[in-house]
């Protein structure tokens, strides 16, 4: 499969943005999709993953309360919907996937990355 992330962009303290992750190849609706994200100078850092079917999300601590993720199997994409976004939400932003049945925050356990999608946050 290949994933494409999207829906980045630059906005202010507070605001909100969604990104998408766009994914070609067949199977979508049996991969888990997860989020993850790399600020300037600092280690990647798991966000949130949606398993496949209907298990439940996991969101990282840091973003609970004001990320959202979902999936739209009919359309091959899954979105992470940032609501109250603060300064320190600023990273690239990479969408990643694997056919495995995991809710993992690990980025090796993943198989498939997107590019990237760059958020800024001003103050």
């Known amino acids: 499969v290949q994933l494409q992330a999207s829906g980045g962009g630059l906005v202010q303290t507070r605001d909100s943005l969604r990104l998408s992750c766009a994914a070609s190849?067949?199977?979508?609706?049996?991969?888990?999709i997860a989020w993850f994200r790399q600020a300037a100078g600092k280690e990647r850092e798991f966000v949130a993953v949606k398993p496949w079917s209907n298990n439940v999300e996991k969101i990282a601590d840091s973003v609970k309360g004001r990320f959202t993720i979902s999936r739209d199997d009919a359309k091959s994409t899954v979105y992470l919907q940032m609501n109250s976004l603060k300064p320190e939400d600023t990273a690239v932003y990479y969408c990643?996937?694997?056919?495995?049945?995991?809710?993992?925050?690990?980025?090796?356990?993943?198989?498939?990355w997107g590019q990237g999608t760059l958020v800024t946050v001003s103050s």
């Open positions: 190849g067949r199977a979508f609706s049996s991969y888990a």
């Open positions: 990643a996937g694997t056919r495995r049945t995991i809710r993992s925050a690990a980025g090796d356990d993943y198989d498939y």
